[in-house]
């Protein structure tokens, strides 16, 4: 299924947020995005295997970021990146197929830029924002971070133990990078 998500969506919401240096940014985001999609497709043509064409945590996450306006979209996706940074850096150090673990580290070199990416317009977003909502947002986001860390725990668990690393060494590390972004977004 890969990372083709909903670019044109996110696209519309830049462009509206009025900034026409930050909507040409999330352009070139969303196409790193697809080249994402492209590297992990042609990897799985090479190992011989399909893609598929839907997933339901694909089909729940465009769905709930549709509904979203754009700071709120940028939540949710903040939550797929940091465990693109967890999950892609165990693939590059873990698995032994030399292609597989080539198109990890160049996944997971876009992905170390797209967090300070979408930090840094939070946290712009943020700082008019009263300390009791930063304290809630703080709290929502964690608790959307602890759902998608047992989704991906049951999905793609034992994917990422064959790479080494357990389902908890792997929830944690999400996490510390998580926690550095919430600091970061919601400290004045
Ligand atoms: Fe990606
Ligand atoms: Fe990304």
Redesign the pocket.
């Known amino acids: 299924m890969g990372?083709d998500g909903d670019g044109a969506r996110l696209m519309d919401k830049a462009r509206q947020a009025g900034d026409p240096v930050y909507a040409e940014a999330v352009r070139l985001f969303v196409a790193?995005?697809c080249e994402?999609a492209r590297l992990l497709g042609r990897l799985l043509e090479a190992a011989g295997a399909a893609t598929i064409s839907g997933h339901w945590t694909d089909a729940a996450f465009v769905r709930l970021r549709r509904l979203l306006g754009l700071r709120t979209e940028l939540m949710v996706l903040m939550l797929a990146e940091v465990v693109?940074l967890g999950y892609y850096r165990a693939v590059r150090d873990g698995v032994r197929d030399l292609l597989a673990a080539e198109v990890a580290g160049r996944?997971l070199a876009?992905?170390l830029r797209?967090v300070p990416f979408h930090r840094d317009r939070l946290r712009r977003s943020f700082l008019r924002s009263s300390r009791l909502s930063r304290v809630i947002a703080s709290a929502l986001w964690w608790s959307l971070l602890a759902g998608v860390l047992a989704v991906v725990s049951l999905d793609h668990g034992d994917a990422l133990c064959r790479a080494g690393v357990s389902r908890t060494a792997f929830a944690r590390e999400v996490a510390g990078y998580f926690r550095g972004v919430v600091a970061e977004v919601m400290t004045r």
């Open positions: 990372e790193e995005e994402h693109a996944i876009d992905e797209h």
